[in-house]
């Protein structure tokens, strides 16, 4: 069960195969990856940079090369020498590995260092550089932004909302139509976005994240043709300007979605890179075999991936977004496929950002184990919470973790981060299957597990339509991603019962502080019957979650007060229907 | 490459997929397997029991419950609780693992330490044992025995033979004759073995190794019918007495084959243990669904796994042990399956198999990587070396490693072990394609792995027929695993300058202590190159090989001495041809 819901959030990312697949890689070279300690340098604070060697890489010695003055380390650049820590063995990679140190020294604070690490074998005469997942003969740049950077406040009180633009709205289109194919462009537009901000403001929401925005080919948009331009389909700049201008005025912050990885086939540079044997664009692509073979996006041909390990590509990406941040005053970006990048390009993507609009937010598309998501801290804002979902999901779908399996994963996850690392949370997204089909229709699984996600202190995104009930008709694993991002219902299928319950339960959580609160305690965690308080320095609310489909009674010691989501009086006890929660907030507490 | 050959050498066991598998089955319980610090404990060393559990154990305390009286412990024992380490996040579970240690106080000399694992979650109330691979509602009893058992020293200067006995030799067989089908009872007996001692004697072996010769039902005796007797197609009793006098006054010391993992369906004790309802054995074996469905090796159903487990059946192998060191006079075991019973059943097979015969060796067969290998230290005197015949053939088969690779691999895996920890080294055994199948009957090959496996500390085995050029006629994966269980070459078929060679290099290892010396240098390990120096007090030899098909000069700087093999002098250099070696002594060394 734990191995299917891996295959369902991760993909064939969490599958043994895969993870043999890059262990034993990186086992026949050197691999550094993300490797620092501490992750988020602070200024003053020595750095250590860690390396892993395989037995193939056979290596005697290892050196860091770095700088700091915003070039590339070169052979006149400083050198530190690492010690080798030890060897153990490695089942993933059915080898010995040794682990190397090499310490380097304090920056002030806005020094970015980049460094190069070089391994020898003295028997061999072999060098090998760090380089992707198992080192080759061309060093990578690494590099940490020693920073102070911070999560913007706005965003531990932000509830958000994920649209995808083509099916969320516009008011000449008409949205009761049943779609022609999954993948059709439906007709949804920023224009109607804009027009539906005060549904938006009424259920809630303070911010949003558009799926990509740009000029491109599809209805999803993540094939950018071309970064500077809003899609005309989607009403241009224009209409993006005056959605960030009326969104700000009714207090919703827009996100946009920002994919660096890749662009479409069809982006000029790209088209220029391949016709053009002395284009400038050539270097911005990388290609096995000029002009048709060429990296992609997962071997999808329209999908050429961005060499964003180069300066120029970078500084262009870094150009475009931060122009969205200044020029449209945009709040954020949610960057897709953020693994495909390297880590020194997100560095120097917040640095950029964040100097364009200093309270903007930088949250990546990881899908990757908690270690993965990790690498990020101290490069960008956060991360999307994918382990997450799919414990989320195991309690609640599945029931493949109990309560008390659920609250011990909360708790080490919680422990696993950086407090100050933002990490988002979400019931379901569009590429996996909506949660409410999965709950096969249950409404009250789905209100049971948002009342989890809204008390819990990382931000909660709410996937458009999942308030009023919409769901699919037809899985994923059938129908494929399109199959998850159906129109949104404006009309009488609307379930308005769920639609209250999201409006009190938003409420609730932006009336509470205590829900997003770091101080949670555990009362109850057994079965399906799951309790916890939240505290803060004013503010205290019980969060009692049902999920069985037996009644529970709950004994509530001392306990008197109101519950949130039902506007009950609870007194020492409460009485929980099937599949049931409750948030009983405690007047006058001290 | 790397996972081909370790899907060849370790079977299913190395895959990414069973990796996975255990270790998610791990992480839904608590696991201890054999994890103590030290290793090994000697008298008056505290002992630290490390335990991990997985987030759907849930457990919030962890105690460890033991005794020193030689019972189980019991509810009135005394008992540790245990901290909380950290915790981590594994990829191969897919989940955060908790670990815990408790440490148990020093203890004098000739103490077996019984102990038991229990964690409790507070939240669900719920206690788990740590019990096999993710525990469970019985606790498992652990041991560990402190004492101060030494490998014997007559291990060090073993050269090991193994012998399939019904393959080797008989007088009243013809062994000229061609199989009639691979897996056919051949005539091979203990009367053969002892009249070839003199050919044996005069290779230079000084240990022998006869797969099981207690009663069975099939040719290579696996499935042992009777422990107490050895099979009269064997010779019987008689013949083992006489082998065991004989080799003894030849100076070759004997090690039986003792498979306690499991035993033949036609073993009385589990005839009688299926038949009858009230049998006194039932309890030898674990029923799922008795008479029917039971435990067994592999899923075969002819082969029942014993429960060694239980103190009467570990009793009675224990006794079957001891009879034939103490009445036989037998020198050891090669203990069959290692894997399969608890390591506190080794635990007890050494301390009573040391008290019948204190310079007997127990030897163990498991097919792990060298951490599981590493959990038998302080169980077994060693464990045969499989990672190093997977390096070995990476090397010198599949050039997968070179000369720089396979050097670091040794200084690792030499490095992971105790010194003390035995594990003789092999290029092929009765379960995988003979070296000479996999090197395509290229006799230089073979050679030149030889040298370098009589070249290591550990005491080398040669498999019957590898000095004569004994190969197979199809490969394992095509015909099973008997396929590589050929009857001997007795005649004309012997390759006579391969004989003459494994005779030269048997001689040299006997004659020169460096070549059993733990003090190792590198000089070149480049490409096919690799040389190395050995050294003791008094001895002084140059190994050089030449895995490469083209000739090789090697300087050796200030070296006169002799070729050992080839008896040619050297000087400050040597030519080696394609795939040929030389062992360079130094005379005058001090």
Redesign the interface.
């Known amino acids: 069960v734990?191995?299917d819901r891996?295959l369902f959030v991760f993909g064939h990312l969490?599958t043994?195969?895969h993870?043999?697949?890059e262990?034993?890689k990186a086992?026949?070279g050197i691999f550094h990856g993300a490797q620092i300690e501490p992750r988020d340098p602070a200024p003053g604070e020595a750095v250590e940079v860690l390396v892993d060697a395989g037995?193939?890489?056979?290596i005697d010695s290892l050196c860091v090369r770095y700088s700091t003055n915003g070039f590339a380390p070169g052979l006149d650049s400083s050198e530190v020498a690492a010690r080798r820590l030890g060897?153990r063995?490695d089942?993933?990679a059915?080898?010995?590995l040794?682990r190397w140190g090499a310490t380097l020294p304090p920056q002030p604070e806005g020094t970015t260092v980049r460094y190069s690490v070089e391994g020898k074998?003295s028997?061999?005469?072999?060098r090998i550089f760090a380089n992707g997942a198992s080192g080759g003969e061309v060093p990578e740049i690494y590099s940490y932004a020693v920073d102070c950077y911070t999560t913007p406040a706005w965003v531990d009180e932000a509830i958000m909302y994920q649209i995808v633009v083509d099916r969320f709205f516009d008011p000449d289109t008409d949205f009761s139509r049943t779609p022609a194919t999954r993948d059709e462009e439906y007709g949804g537009t920023l224009v109607g976005v804009t027009e539906r901000l005060p549904y938006l403001e009424d259920l809630g929401i303070n911010a949003l994240w558009l799926t990509p925005i740009f000029e491109s080919e599809t209805y999803h948009g993540y094939d950018t043709v071309d970064y500077e331009s809003v899609a005309r389909r989607f009403g241009g700049d224009q209409a993006l300007s005056t959605l960030v201008r009326e969104a700000h005025v009714h207090g919703i912050r827009i996100l946009l979605d920002f994919a660096a990885n890749h662009c479409s086939w069809h982006n000029p540079r790209f088209v220029d890179a391949r016709r053009n044997p002395s284009s400038p664009y050539r270097s911005w692509f990388t290609f096995a075999d000029w002009p048709d073979r060429y990296d992609t996006f997962f071997e999808v041909a329209s999908l050429p991936r961005l060499n964003t390990h180069r300066t120029e590509v970078a500084r262009y990406l870094y150009d475009v977004a931060a122009r969205y941040l200044s020029e449209f005053q945009v709040d954020g970006f949610r960057l897709d496929y953020a693994l495909g990048p390297p880590l020194s390009f997100w560095s120097g993507f917040r640095t950029r950002t964040k100097a364009a609009k200093s309270d903007s937010y930088t949250v990546g598309e990881a899908t990757a184990?908690?270690?993965g998501l990790r690498d990020f801290e101290g490069r960008l804002d956060g991360c999307l919470d994918f382990p997450l979902v799919q414990a989320l999901r195991q309690f609640f779908i599945d029931r493949s973790?109990?309560?008390?399996?659920f609250?011990?994963?909360l708790e080490?996850?919680n422990?696993?981060f950086d407090p100050s690392f933002s990490r988002p949370t979400f019931l379901d997204n569009h590429d996996m299957n909506r949660f409410l089909w999965d709950a096969e229709g249950d409404t009250r699984k789905l209100k049971l597990a948002a009342t989890c996600q809204f008390s819990l202190r990382q931000p909660p995104i709410v996937y458009y339509g999942t308030e009023v009930g919409l769901s699919q008709n037809v899985g994923v694993e059938d129908g494929g991603l399109d199959a998850s991002r159906l129109p949104m219902l404006w009309d009488g299928r609307q379930d308005l019962d769920l639609l209250g319950f999201y409006r009190t339960l938003i409420e609730a959580r932006r009336k509470h502080p205590a829900l997003r609160a770091n101080d949670r305690k555990?009362l109850?965690?057994?079965?399906g019957v799951y309790v916890f308080t939240c505290h803060d320095d004013r503010d205290h609310v019980i969060v009692a979650l049902n999920n069985s489909d037996a009644v529970q009674d709950v004994s509530l010691r001392d306990v008197q007060g109101i519950d949130l989501l039902s506007g009950i009086k609870v007194s020492e006890h409460i009485r929980l229907q099937a599949f049931q929660s409750a948030l009983v907030s405690i007047p006058n507490y001290s």
Chains 1, 2 share one sequence.
């Open positions: 734990n191995t891996s969490a043994p195969e993870l043999a697949a262990a034993r086992a026949t037995v193939q890489a056979a060897a063995w089942d993933l059915w080898s010995y040794d074998s028997l061999s005469g072999r184990s908690p270690r973790l109990d309560a008390t399996a609250d011990h994963f080490r996850h422990g696993f555990t109850i965690a057994r079965g």
